[in-house]
Structures are given as C-alpha cells and as structure tokens.
C-alpha cells in the first residue's frame, strides 16, 4: 500500500511517524535481549542498567502521541492515512507496555540473582527470541503494509503460548519436590509470563496491520465466531421469562395476588 503524497512536508510527518515507532520497537527488543543475557549470566548491574531504557521508550512515546495528534489536527487525513495514524496511536501503547513488561523482567532478574540457580533458563531464553521475532516481524509488516507476514505473526503466538505451558508445568514439578523452591519458581514463572504477554502485545500490532491495509477489525474474530456457533452471542433470558406473556404473569400484581410461601421452621 503506497503512503506517497505530493506533499513533501506531509510525508515526512508520516514518515517521522514510522522511524519513531521503529525506534521503539528496537528499544524494546533492546530490553528484552539484556533482560535474558542479564539472567543467563546472573548480571544485575547489566539489569538494572537495562531499566533506564524504559525512560527512553517513555519519552518516544509521548513525542509520537503529540506527533500523530499534530498530524491529525492538521493534515485532517482521511482513508487508509487516518487508518495509519489511529493505529499509530494504539501501537505506541502496545510498544510502551512492552517496555513495563522488560521492566519487570529485570526486575525478576535482581530478586533471582541474590539467590542460586534453580534451573538452566533455556526454554525461557528460546520462548523470549520468539517473542522477540514476533515483534520485530509485526513492525516491519507495519512498515512494509505486508498483511501476509502479519498474518503469520498471529498464527506464531500460539507457540509462545506452548512455550509458556511447558515451563509452568515443569517449575510446578520444582515446587512440588522442595518447598524451598517456591521462591525462585515464581520468579521464573512471572518472567515467562510477561515473555508471553509481550507476545500478546506483537499479536496487537499485527491485528493492527490488517486493520490498516484491509480496513478489517479481525480481534477476537475466531473467538467471536466459535460463541456464534454455540449460540453462546444470544443472551439468554432470566428463567422464567422467555416471553411477553410470561412477564405479565411474573408482574408484581401476580406475585401479590399468589399465597405466600412458607418459611422453613415458622
């Protein structure tokens, strides 16, 4: 999808736009490869140097917030533009969050370092590269408006997903054979988690991506259309007042006029 416009100054707004989310998305990824390297190695300074990044993407993203609404206040874009900058605005949300969620990690990171070691964190370190590759494939199917490699970002979440059930499952073998190492266990099972929560955050962005060439909401889609088919859309009436009629016959009138129950034990 060609963004060019004969206006040269407009481009470059737009333009801006792209290289900052980009930028956030490097800050990001960033984080997320120190944050591993620093629990791999057992480096807290590495960590607690990683959470000064989070300042840097703070401060793209409120400059990319006032660059979008400049934008939009105006050029007054209409089509596939305000398309591009609405999303714009959400995706610096998602790219932000991100950012808490490295924070955390390192954070998780310090509090296991003052402790031994309670496993080899490989599948935590393979489960954060794929996360890391669906971020990185969501932002270039942002830049590109590639709907194809969108597409397979989502269809990639599932085995973050996977990931993160197998980990669970064997720290809860940890905790089961020694209490003592609940300590630990949890702290690797939070890191997992925001792992899979940015996977979450790259499966956003690439949701966006289909919305802004196809002008098509596809979120929840496949959820939405398995409660069709179970009927489950449909809300159901309160029982008892499946119809008009039985809503005559349940009026506070009737009520009134029925024997009153008895009450166990008067």
């Given at each position: 999808m060609s963004r060019a416009h004969t206006d040269r100054e407009y481009e470059g707004e737009l333009r801006k736009i792209r290289e900052q989310l980009l930028l956030m998305g490097a800050k990001v990824e960033d984080m997320l490869?120190?944050?591993?390297?620093?629990?791999?190695?057992?480096?807290?300074?590495?960590?607690?140097?990683?959470?000064?990044?989070?300042?840097?993407?703070?401060?793209?993203?409120?400059?990319?917030?006032?660059?979008?609404?400049?934008?939009?206040?105006?050029?007054?874009?209409v089509a596939s533009d305000l398309r591009f900058?609405?999303?714009?605005?959400?995706?610096?949300?998602?790219?932000?969050?991100?950012?808490?969620?490295?924070v955390n990690i390192c954070e998780r990171v310090l509090e296991l370092n003052e402790e031994p070691p309670l496993k080899p964190y490989v599948d935590v370190v393979n489960m954060a590269e794929a996360a890391q590759g669906m971020?990185?494939?969501?932002?270039?199917?942002?830049?590109?408006?590639?709907?194809?490699?969108?597409?397979?970002?989502?269809?990639?979440?599932?085995?973050?997903?996977?990931?993160?059930?197998?980990?669970?499952?064997d720290l809860l073998t940890y905790m089961m054979e020694n209490p003592r190492n609940i300590y630990r266990a949890t702290r690797v099972q939070s890191i997992a988690k925001y792992i899979e929560r940015?996977?979450?955050?790259?499966?956003?962005?690439?949701?966006m991506v289909v919305f802004m060439v196809r002008g098509k909401d596809i979120r929840h889609a496949g959820r939405l259309a398995d409660q069709r088919r179970s009927g489950k859309m449909q809300t159901p009436a309160?029982?008892?007042?499946?119809?008009?009629?039985?809503?005559v016959e349940k009026s506070p009138s009737s009520v009134r006029a029925s024997p009153p129950t008895s009450r166990k034990g008067s």
């Open positions: 490869t120190a944050s591993m390297r620093a629990l791999i190695e057992r480096d807290s300074d590495l960590a607690q140097r990683t959470l000064e990044t989070d300042r840097q993407i703070n401060r793209i993203e409120v400059e990319t917030d006032e660059l979008c609404l400049r934008v939009l206040a105006r050029r007054q874009p900058l609405t999303i714009a605005l959400k995706l610096v949300t998602d790219l932000e969050r991100m950012g808490d969620l490295g971020l990185r494939e969501a932002l270039d199917a942002f830049v590109a408006a590639d709907v194809t490699r969108a597409e397979a970002v989502i269809g990639r979440d599932s085995a973050v997903d996977a990931y993160y059930a197998s980990i669970f499952r940015i996977a979450d955050h790259a499966t956003n962005i690439a949701e309160p029982p008892g007042l499946e119809s008009r009629r039985d809503l």
